[in-house]
């Protein structure tokens, strides 16, 4: 049977809607911590210290890993080089792989080497969730990906670069969250019916899918995907053989729902 363009489901205005409900919040912190560093760097008359600006980006941490039930597992301000060096204002909450030892309500200090000359050196400007931000000026979501520098699991990467004067970039803001926990709370909220529903990233790698075959961080092939991924515009699209498939982006989250035929 041939499936035409019109015969496709295309996920419902609810399940795109609620996506971006899980995503819209975090970036809405990342811009009032965008706005808080924007403001200290804009005092007149006065140096960037790490040792003064630090202490105000952990405020905002804490309070962050307080209130989100264990779905952050890092959070900070990663400084543009000549902003304060190469130093990341990063901390790491219980709930991380990588935090051994702690409670599930403490956090604590990433440490890295900042030191460019160190053979253990690692230039993150070079990295997707910096690198892209501060190209494009907009919010980015990185991954899912296994994250070895701070989370040591499937993690996904909201990031948001910070300015200073409007033009300058001076860093970027940003919250690891726990794919095993956005699963949970997203796997209920992707209701497409009898078709299988799958969150992928900007790249085309699945986010969480009701699709049994289709792993975290796997790439989706579909024909037309690569190229409707590279088109912002928001209205909805048939894809695949036959038109079988959907294609709606989630608001400005950076994440678009693709819902298709259930595999048999």
């Known amino acids: 049977m041939t499936i035409t363009p019109e015969q496709t489901t295309p996920p419902t205005d609810a399940c795109v809607a609620s996506i971006a409900d899980v995503f ?16 200290y760097a804009a005092r007149p008359d006065s140096v960037a210290d ?17 209130d989100s039930d264990g779905c952050v597992i890092g959070a900070g301000f990663v400084s543009a080089p000549h902003f304060l060096g190469w130093h990341l204002a990063w901390w790491l909450g219980g709930q991380n792989a990588a935090s051994q030892g702690l409670p599930a309500t403490g956090i604590r200090h990433l440490e890295t080497v900042e030191d460019p000359l160190k053979e253990s050196f690692r230039d993150y400007t070079a990295l997707e969730w910096w690198r892209v931000p501060a190209h494009t000026g907009r919010r980015h979501i990185t991954g899912p990906y296994v994250d070895y520098l701070c989370t040591d699991e499937y993690t996904l990467t909201l990031t948001l670069p910070v300015y200073r004067g409007g033009t300058e970039l001076i860093g970027v803001v940003g919250i690891d969250l726990s794919v ?11 209701d497409a019916g009898a078709v299988a529903a799958t969150v ?14 289709l792993a975290t961080g796997a790439l989706l092939r579909l024909p037309g995907l690569t190229e409707r991924l590279a088109d912002p515009t928001p209205a909805f699209t048939a894809l695949g053989p036959d038109g079988a498939h959907s294609f709606q982006w989630c608001g400005r989250t950076g ?10």
Do not use: Y
């Open 50 to 66: 790490r040792a003064e600006l630090d202490p105000l980006v952990e405020q905002l941490v804490r309070r962050e890993f307080a």
């Open 180 to 190: 095993d926990e956005i699963e949970r709370d997203l796997v209920p909220r992707l």
């Open 255 to 264: 994440l678009a729902v693709v819902a298709g035929p259930a595999p048999s």
């Open 24 to 39: 819209d919040p975090v970036f809405s912190r990342l811009e009032q911590w965008a706005d808080l560093v924007e403001r």
């Open 200 to 213: 992928i990233n900007a790249s085309g790698r699945v986010v969480v899918s009701t699709d049994a075959h």
